[in-house]
């Protein structure tokens, strides 16, 4: 017998505009956002202003330092920005108004007496022998309450920390070189940001079908006399469940399907999401949402309530799951709740299938939470479930 | 103004009876407080702090390696403010990596190959958000430790100087109350006249007050006062919850405070107002307004910094209103430093937005009910 | 010959505030429409829902097509078509999908196009449910509850709430129904609802059944009563002066005054002479026969409306 109820349910919530943008459109915006984001903070798009005042006259010591920050003022392809810009200012006066109105993102000062210190530590005196008062000093100044004057002065003192090394070659002082490599553990695929956040999204996606269509929908339902009604017909309560369920499961495998074109097109993301055990996080993170679903439905008497609970939960959940950012060292305050989230078990439990990172968890537990959870809520809700607002069995 | 003020407490009442509303005004906003609060509170900056605190790595050392060479280590690591645990396989670091041992947070296998140092770096995956800091960590604890071998102290040294252009301490808990007073008022103003001439006018309770004596601009000003009430209220609770749970300390300085409120209010209500404009019905035009909202909190900078987005993400940013919101409140409120002629060409352009698209939303919807 | 097709037998449903079923009995025939008439409250739906299977009565017995049920079996359900008093649908579908959706739980069911034809809804069939006025959504309930020809219909309250048009519309479906055999089991407080449409009409106040007749059954027992009505200016009226001529109990409604009497000559020559004395307008002046409303409030002592 063809199932009708499965097909209205379907075009039901097809129809419905924001079913469509919060759970097929929305978590590409979001992919794209966390994607960009992040794949950004690795610095290759980085251009920091930088206003430079050079108090010192003409000397060796400064010359170096100048030729430094050419260096990093300019690029090969002129159409790129180059590290740092040079903004330039009459006085430190008005480089600190920049500062202040956010035109620039560090200042640089030499002082007047740089070239002097550094012509006595170069040419006269043992280096070990001068008194930190006396040796040629630069000055940084940042705003460490914003994010880019902040990267800026520390990027800028890896760059003098260099200028030191090069400086002590050129004095013929031997340095030791050394080679420095990286090695990411608990990763056995490369990791890349797309299929970091293909993860997490997609779980975003899944329990967004649960939490904001199923349980809104069948309080909607059950308060509309929809049930109701349904129970007045030969229908099978068996029936109307598995259809409900269906009907959200497409919505689930659509996002799913929706998203994974779009990561695959756009950002190129590996199928690691089709690792037999990443599938299987997949089906729980599934049957987890639509048991959330299920209890809101069963606790919710009116669709607003439905979605305030909704809200009220998904929003802690999915920030302190590990959706969009790791979550294993906040601040002891939240981490209980961390901890007691299914969703940051399923994200952990997700990525490291996918080879991603392992969970700083035990690997019984990316499952034992969440089933654990599942039958809870759908023990609660089998108790306090009702089809009417009075009293069918 | 009897009909103004009769209109008006039973809109106050209706708004504050108004759940949802509520919930978006209000609870919204403090679970968001709450939540980011708890998270990446605290006075040191989170995720990119030069280390105050003691940094502990695991290090692993193989090739010919001297007692020369660990107190180098030990030197070099105290310089940058770094404590080495000591680890006697690669298996071991390795682990104590992962399982971050003893709270170590990265490790380095040093091998000293006839002179070349071959240095590794071994990073947690899941420390994603640290890596970056941990990689620069890393470069200058080896350039350090290649110094101290050499007995070569720096030339030049770097002074830090740390600005603040606010005149009390700036806190992240701060930052972030700004941002959610800022997503507060613009979800309030955004609503408001959705709900009262989307909503009202279908339930045809604008047509029932035409029949009265009320004008049409009387029913919008005490629309518009009611909102402005429920929303400074609302306000003041998030401050209190603030500073009760937080202990954040504010510098308002009420003038600037009082026109960035007015002005953003005013905006928002007009974009609401323009929402409706296009969609008339008011479910459509709501549900257009949540999803506007909600990308306004991604990219004005309220749940991401702005400035780390990539540059056309920024422009994108910078076109949309509650940018210029969050901006201003962190002004008014003592977070942030703001360019004055910045701080009044935002809220002129705010109040000329409003002050068209508010009277142009009220004539048309009167002006429907009256065809 | 008739047959009975549902026999309800001491029903009992108590919540722990209210007894909303309280004990009731009786039995509805083939063919006929049955109508339980009473105000908001009197546990019409309550009892409408124990039968269709919604609700479980905590006492009583249901004979429905002559098999004795704790509740409605799957295989009643295939005869009985229902509209309940809310009119819902799955959000966003369309009159026909909304069609096509009940007859998918039957075993057997009509061609959609002709229950749209029927409850006249053929230019409106690719409209959204949720875009159509009171009336429509109302026959598109109504729709639904015919959709597998059932045996006997239940429509609990279908014109609440409408205007006179659309009641009308709604009537002539019913009328219809019957005139095709089919049983009905209809609710309603209106009372020339089931005056206009029942055979048989049972009076429920308070969880029970105050009176069980045909409509003229019901006005017969009432008497030869007529009703005298007039407006007048009532502060130069002295009720007790009316009472004491051969009437029941006068009664005023608004400026409106009621006199029931079974010796209507002999009290419109009275009233007449009176008002000519007292030099007062009678305005408005009928004679009326009694209807449904004032058998329940000779039954109650209330007015249904109230």
Known sequence: MRNQLFKSLLISGLREKETIFWILLFPLILFTIMVLIFSNMTGEDLNFKMAVIDHSGDGMGSTIIHQVFEDISTTENPEDDPLYSIIDVKNKDQALVLLKEQHIDVIVEIPENFNQNFNKVVFFSKISSISTDNKPTIIVESVPMRNLSKLASDVMKQILAEVNLEAAKRMNISIPDATISTEMVGQTQDFNYADYFLAGILIMGFFSTGFLNMGINMTYFRRKGIFKRFACTPIKKSKLISATILSNLVFMVMSFVILLIYAKLFYHVTWAIFYPESILFILISAILSLSFGIFLGSVSKTPNGASGLANILFFPMQFLGGLYFPVFDLSPAVRWFVYINPITYLAAGMRQSMGLMDAPLPYYTLFLIPILWTAVLLLISVKIFKWDGGEIA | ?371 | MSKKILEVKNLKKYYPTVKAVDDISFSIEKGTVFTLLGPNGAGKTTTLEIIEGIKKADEGRIVFFGEELKQVSDEAKQKIGVSLQSTNFIPHLKVKEVFELFASFFKKSLPIEEVIGFVSLEEKRNDLVEKLSGGQKQRVAIGCALINDPEMVFLDEPTTGLDPQARRNIWGIIEHLKGQGKTVFLTTHYMEEAQKLSDMVCIMDYGKIIAIDTPSGHIKKLGELNYVEFAADLEQLDIDELNAWDVEEVEIEGDKVIIPTKSLHIVLEKLLSWAKRKELDLNDISIRQPNLEDVFLSLTGRRLRD
């Open chain 2, 1 to 371: 103004m009897k009909l103004m003020l009769g209109i008006l407490k039973a809109f106050l009442k209706s708004r504050i009876r108004d759940k949802g509303a509520l919930f978006w005004t209000l609870a919204f906003p403090i679970m968001f407080l709450v939540i980011f609060g708890l998270a990446f509170g605290g006075d040191s900056s989170s995720s990119v702090s030069t280390g105050a605190e003691e940094i502990r790595y695991a290090i692993y050392l193989s090739g010919e390696i001297d007692e020369e060479t660990e107190s180098n280590i030990i030197k070099a690591s105290e310089t940058m403010g770094l404590k080495p645990l000591l680890v006697y396989s690669l298996s071991d670091l390795g682990e104590s990596v992962e399982k971050g041992y003893d709270g170590v947070e990265f490790g380095i296998s040093l091998m000293d190959k006839e002179g070349l140092y071959e240095v590794k770096a071994y990073f947690n995956a899941g420390a994603m958000n640290k890596m970056q800091f941990y990689q620069s960590v890393v470069n200058n604890f080896v350039t350090e430790f290649r110094k101290t071998t050499a007995g070569f102290e720096n030339i030049i040294t770097v002074e830090t100087v740390e600005r603040e252009f606010t005149e009390q301490p700036v806190t992240n808990t701060g930052y972030i109350l700004s941002g959610v007073i800022a997503v507060s008022i613009s979800l309030s103003g955004i609503m408001a006249l959705i709900i009262s001439f989307g909503y009202y006018r279908k339930q045809d309770i604008i047509k029932r007050l035409i029949v009265t004596p009320m004008k049409g601009s009387q029913f919008l000003a005490a629309d518009i006062i009611n909102n402005l009430l429920v929303s400074i209220i609302t306000i003041i609770i998030i401050m209190l919850f603030a500073r009760l749970l937080f202990q954040v300390s504010f510098n308002i300085n009420f003038l600037y405070f009082a026109i960035t409120y007015f002005s953003s209010m005013f905006l928002m209500m007009g974009l609401g107002g323009l929402f409706l404009l296009l969609f008339r019905e008011p479910n459509a035009a709501m549900n257009a307004a949540n999803i506007f909202s909600t990308i306004m909190m991604f990219f004005a900078g309220v749940y991401f910094p702005l400035e780390l987005m990539p540059k056309w993400l920024q422009r994108l940013g910078y076109i949309l209103p509650m940018t210029y919101v969050a901006e201003n409140i962190r002004f008014s409120l003592g977070q942030d430093y703001m360019q004055l002629s910045r701080f009044w060409t935002t809220n002129a352009v705010f109040i000329l937005i409003a002050a068209v698209a508010i009277p142009l939303m009220g004539k048309t919807i009167f002006k429907l009910e009256q065809i």
